[in-house]
C-alpha cells in the first residue's frame, strides 16, 4: 500500500491486548515489570487493587465508548542520498522527491565496529538501484479523555482522573504497537506470517525499527514539521 490510509474510529477492543502493563504501574510509582509485580513482596498488593480497578475503568471506556481511538499510517518509495538524506518519492517512478529528511549521524562511537550511523544508513542508497520505502504513522487515543477526566475531578474524584489519563496513555501506546504490526504484516507486508506474543513485541523482536523524533535515534525535532509539510504523518516513523 502506498499514499495515506486514516482511522477515524479504531476498534478501542483490539489494543487491550497490546497494552504494555508496565509502565502503568510507573505511572503510579509502583516499581515493578508486570505481571511480577503483581506478586511482589512489597508493592504487590497495591499493584493488585489498582490493576483491578483500572481493568474495571478500561472495560467502561471501551464498551461505553467515551474515548476515541484515531490514526494514519502512510508509505512511500524512498532512497538514502549523500551522507544522511533520505529522498521521499511521489510514487514508484522515483522521478519526483516530496520531500528529503535529514538525519543526524552519531556523534560518537558506541559499539565495537567504531561506526557513527545515521537513520539514513538504514534505507537502501540511491546508487545502489535497490528499490526501499519509509512509512510513517501516528496514532492518538487522546479523544475523549479531556471532557471525561474533567468531569471526574468536578466530582471530586481525582483518582479515576488520574486513571482515565494512565489508560488512554497505554492504550495510546498499544495503538501504536498494533499500527506497527498490521504494516509489517498487512499494509507493507514484509513479514506476512510474522507469529509474535505481547511479550515479544514489547521486547522489540519484530524485524525493522520504530523510533520517533525527539527520540535518541532522531533526536531532531524539526523533522516533525517537514513531515507535516510533504503530508507525512508528524509522529513515530517506521523504517524497514
Not at 89 to 104: N, Q
Not at 134 to 150: N, P, Q, Y
Amino acid at each position: 500500500m502506498l499514499g495515506l490510509k486514516t482511522f477515524d474510529d479504531y476498534d478501542l477492543e483490539e489494543l487491550i491486548e497490546r497494552i504494555d502493563w508496565t509502565p502503568f504501574f510507573m505511572s503510579w510509582q509502583l516499581a515493578g515489570k508486570y505481571p511480577k509485580i503483581l506478586e511482589d513482596k512489597v508493592v504487590g498488593e497495591a499493584a493488585r487493587n489498582l490493576f483491578e480497578d483500572a481493568k474495571v475503568m478500561l472495560r467502561k471506556l471501551v464498551d461505553e465508548k467515551r474515548v476515541q481511538a484515531r490514526g494514519v499510517i502512510g508509505l512511500w518509495p524512498a532512497n538514502s542520498v549523500d551522507d544522511d538524506v533520505i529522498e521521499v518519492y511521489a510514487d514508484e517512478s522515483r522521478s519526483e522527491v516530496i520531500e528529503r529528511l535529514h538525519h543526524i549521524r552519531q556523534q560518537t562511537t558506541k559499539g565495537r565496529d567504531g561506526i557513527c550511523y545515521s537513520l539514513a544508513d538504514f534505507i537502501a542508497p540511491k546508487e545502489s538501484g535497490k528499490a526501499d520505502w519509509i512509512g510513517g504513522f501516528a496514532v492518538t487515543t487522546g479523544h475523549g479523555v479531556d471532557e471525561l477526566s474533567k468531569a471526574y475531578e468536578a466530582a471530586g474524584d481525582d483518582y479515576n482522573a488520574i486513571m482515565v489519563q494512565a489508560l488512554t496513555d497505554r492504550l495510546a501506546e498499544a495503538f501504536a504497537e498494533r499500527m506497527h504490526e498490521r504494516v509489517r504484516k498487512e499494509f507493507w507486508g514484509y513479514v506476512p506470517d510474522e507469529t509474535l506474543d505481547n511479550d515479544a513485541l514489547i521486547a522489540e523482536k519484530y524485524q525493522g525499527i520504530r523510533p520517533a523524533p525527539g527520540y535518541p535515534a532522531c533526536p531532531d525535532h524539526t523533522e516533525k514539521r517537514r513531515s507535516s509539510g510533504c503530508s507525512m504523518p508528524p509522529k513515530i516513523p517506521v523504517w524497514h
